[in-house]
């Protein structure tokens, strides 16, 4: 019974009393090896609190690379004599390329290790990065040579997040995994300040060339050490036989990739992540837009800073948060939903409160708390996934960032087009509050915690070939 108790909320009572008859010295359960289970595949505490600093870190460093081009759009486009329309062209290629390596980063990561997919990604996009600014002088076309370049930028960086949704899933407990991913992903704000500060004094100082220099060595600089001293030197090398023999997740076939995609939890990951991503790409494009247009007297450092600031604790918060209520005995999937409810239901009031006529202080206020909130969602969906399928987690994770890529483009432009057919900024946070509503009741009506990567037809239990 107190097994029951302790990982009922995860697996069937069958399943939990199968591990218990039959379960070895060796992890051996039903005769069938099971290293994507096994405690010992784990990261201690001590070495998992290191890896959360490093995947900290190289996700801030993943930010400043990602957004020392916007940084520099407007110096390049004064040297190479560049129209808004060409702007545009450079800065959204870098998307297009982001969406296409989702799925792919993912599937390798759970075949080979996600801390592999990571490091020759850092260094493959580090040495992009710093090689951006010879590509622009020694082209002779350079909107062309730039926007490949933001292209391929987007490929490289596109297999990070599925690689740490896979590393997690394996290498995790589930009592921490939040507040892994939501220290981690508290980097890509941490990485937007660093860049924006930083990187705007060098380019005044030094010229836009190095920004990208600095952000593209330093990236490399942080794969070489985690090579060095977290790899132990070790060859990350990935080779065909390696992707096709076994590895330490189970391989899926289509079959039941289809069985998987019919499990109304997974579906409801998959829809609440895109609404997630579609309202924070919406906010993220639209906010700077909004307090020019409604406060055109008030300081840009202070609406470009301040959300950004709140975010970083609040993400901290949401994770350690998590992992309590769960080391406490309270329900994986409960916690999940309540984790969701704040990023996506809390935060919509303060959204719908930008409607009203207000001042520049609450309206700073009203966002801060927004965009604070829906780092919950780190704590929320984004782990979720590792909950339903640790088999195939990356890949499964780069189903969602796919979609949630392709639903925030087209939710920016749509969001446009509402500004400019209705004049008032209401219509944009009211589509924002009905998309994460959409998304909140389908995680809240169908989000499970228990494994659904498990075969149980027949009586029999084991990893899924898929």
Known sequence: MAILQKHGKNSSPDLVCLKEKTTDKTGVAGGHQKKWSEPNTYWPRPLARVWTVVLL?????????????????????????????????????????????????????????????????????????????????????????????????????????????????????????????????????????????????????????????????????????????????????????????????????????????????????????????????????????????????AKGWVFNVIPWFVSIPSSLFSGCLSDHLISKGYDTAAVRKLMQFFSMGVSSVFTLLLCGTTTFPLAVAFVSVTMGLTTFSHSGVSVNVQDLAPSCAGALFGVMNTCGAFSGVLMVYFSGYLIEATGSWASVFALITVVNLVGLVTFLAFAEARRVDIDSSKGRYHNIHI
């Open 57 to 297: 870190l190289g996700t801030c460093l993943l930010y400043c690379a990602r957004v020392a081009m916007p940084i520099c759009a407007v110096s390049m486009a004064e040297k190479f004599n560049w129209t808004k329309r060409d702007q545009g062209m450079v800065l959204g290629s870098f998307f297009w390329g982001y969406c296409f390596t989702q799925v792919l980063g993912g599937y390798v990561s759970d075949r080979v290790g996600g801390e592999k997919v990571l490091l020759l990604s850092a260094a493959a996009w580090g040495a992009m990065t710093a090689f951006t600014p010879v590509l622009a002088h020694f082209c002779s076309q350079p909107i062309f040579s730039m926007t490949l370049a933001r292209f391929l930028m987007g490929l490289l960086q596109g297999v990070h997040y599925p690689s740490l949704a896979s590393l997690c899933s394996q290498k995790v407990v589930e009592s921490e995994r939040g507040f892994l991913m939501s220290t981690v992903g508290s980097g890509s704000y941490l990485g937007t300040l660093v860049i924006g500060g930083a990187g705007s004094l060098m380019l005044d100082l030094y010229g836009w060339e190095s920004v990208f220099y600095v952000s593209g060595m330093l990236s490399v600089l942080w794969a070489y050490c985690m090579w060095k001293y977290l790899l132990k030197g070790e060859g990350p090398i990935i080779t065909l036989e390696s992707l096709g023999s076994g590895g330490p997740q189970s391989k899926l076939s289509r079959r039941h990739w289809l069985r998987l995609f019919k499990q109304p939890a997974v579906c409801a990951v998959i829809i609440t992540h895109l609404c997630t991503a579609s309202t924070f790409f919406t906010l993220l494009s639209w906010l700077p837009t909004y307090f020019k247009d409604t406060f055109p007297d």
